[in-house]
C-alpha cells in the first residue's frame, strides 16, 4: 500500500520554463513533507520542506504548495536549468514516525 | 560541518555472506536512520536509532539489524545475504527534532553475487 505516490516517472522541460512535479498521499497523519533531488551514485539531497500548518513555502527557485484538503503536493522549479536534471523524491512524516518516500520523478531539462 | 559519511562506498558479496556498513551522522545529529533503495521499490526505511536504541522500525526481515554508538555512528549489518539485497543503502541524520530534516550520505552499493 503506497501511502506517497508520484504518478508520473519522468518528465521533460525546456530549459527556461516551469517544472511541476506532483505528489499524492494517502495518509491525512502526515504533517510534514519534503522534496529531495537525487543524482546517480548520490544520496538524496534535501531541496525544500513544508509544515502542514501552511500551503506554500519558497526558495529560491523553488516552492513547494500543499493542498491538504486535496492530499496533494506540488514542487515548482522556476526557471528550469539543464542541472535540475535528476530524480526528485516527494516525502512524507508524521509526528514519531519515519520518512516514507514516492518512487521518484526524473526531470530532464533541455537546453 | 561536514556531512553524513558512510562506508565502504561499494561491496560485493556473495549469498550466505553477511555484511556491516558504517554510518558517521553530521555532527550533534543524534538520531540515524537507514534506507534501502532498488529500482524496483524506490527508497524504503530500514530502521531508526536514537540515543543508541532503535526508535522505528521498518517492514524488513530480522536478517537486518543495526544499533548505533555512543558517538551516534551507526552500523547495519544484514546476514545470509541474499540475492535481492542488492542496493544502495542510505544513512540519513537528523538532530531528532520535530519536524527535522533528514540529510543523507552518499550511500553503499551492495552487490550480492
Known amino acids: 500500500d503506497q501511502q506517497v505516490k508520484q504518478n508520473s516517472p519522468s518528465l521533460s522541460v525546456q530549459e527556461g520554463r516551469i517544472s511541476i512535479l506532483n505528489c499524492d498521499y494517502t495518509n491525512s497523519m502526515f504533517d510534514y513533507f519534503l522534496w529531495y533531488k537525487k543524482y546517480p551514485a548520490e544520496g538524496p539531497t534535501f531541496l525544500i520542506s513544508?509544515?502542514?500548518?501552511?500551503d506554500k513555502n519558497e526558495d529560491g527557485r523553488f516552492t513547494v504548495f500543499l493542498n491538504k484538503s486535496a492530499k496533494h503536493l506540488s514542487l515548482h522549479i522556476v526557471p528550469s536549468q539543464p542541472g535540475d536534471s535528476a530524480v526528485y523524491f516527494c516525502a512524507a512524516l508524521r509526528s514519531q514516525g519515519n520518512l516514507i518516500f514516492g518512487k521518484g520523478t526524473k526531470l530532464s531539462v533541455k537546453p | 560541518k561536514a556531512g553524513v559519511t558512510q562506508t565502504p562506498r561499494y561491496l560485493i558479496k556473495t549469498r550466505g555472506q553477511q555484511v556491516t556498513l558504517s554510518c558517521s551522522p553530521i555532527?550533534?545529529?543524534?538520531?540515524v536512520s537507514w534506507y534501502q533503495q532498488t529500482p524496483g521499490q524506490g527508497l524504503q526505511f530500514l530502521f531508526e536509532y536514537f540515543s543508541e536504541t532503535q526508535r522505528n522500525k521498518g517492514n524488513f526481515p530480522g536478517r537486518f539489524s543495526g544499533r548505533q554508538f555512543s558517538n551516534s555512528r551507526s552500523e547495519m549489518n544484514v546476514s545470509t545475504l541474499e540475492l535481492g539485497d542488492s542496493a544502495l543503502y542510505l544513512c540519513?541524520?537528523?538532530?531528532?527534532?520535530?519536524?527535522?530534516?533528514?540529510?543523507f550520505g552518499p550511500g553503499t552499493r551492495l552487490l550480492v553475487l
Open positions: 540519513a541524520s537528523s538532530s531528532a527534532g520535530y519536524q527535522e530534516t533528514q540529510y
Open positions: 555532527s550533534g545529529h543524534r538520531s
Open positions: 513544508i509544515s502542514s500548518i501552511k
